[in-house]
């Protein structure tokens, strides 16, 4: 499954604090059940997302987790536009079918 995590810097952060969120990041390394396909961070500089792939959303938990006195955090389970497009196309059509 894809998921599409966005995340933002938590209010009143400080210097520091920031300085340490990188630091954690840079030792941080995902779980392998875990394929992060992008991260994108926002060019405000006050967060990013992230694409990536999972069978585990426990292990996804697990990546998130030593973030959240940094980051808060949303994580979007996401199909493909073209499964979407036809799940849409197939409630269009049972719409129609109801008199």
């Not at 933002?8 to 941080?28: D, H, M, N, Y």
């Not at 779980?31 to 069978?55: C, I, Q």
């Not at 980051?71 to 536009?81: A, K, N, Q, W």
């Amino acid at each position: 499954m894809k998921y599409v995590i966005s995340w933002e810097t938590r209010p009143g952060i400080t210097e520091e604090t920031l300085a340490r969120s990188l630091q954690v990041f840079g030792k941080w390394s995902p779980a392998p059940e875990n394929t992060f396909k992008e991260f994108l961070g926002r060019v405000d500089g006050n967060g990013g997302f992230a694409v990536v792939e999972t069978d585990d959303p426990k292990a996804l938990a697990k990546d998130t987790a030593p973030f959240g006195a940094f980051f808060e955090f949303h994580v979007y389970p996401c199909l493909d536009i073209t499964d979407t497009a036809a799940i849409g196309m197939e409630a269009i059509g049972f719409l129609e079918s109801i008199s």
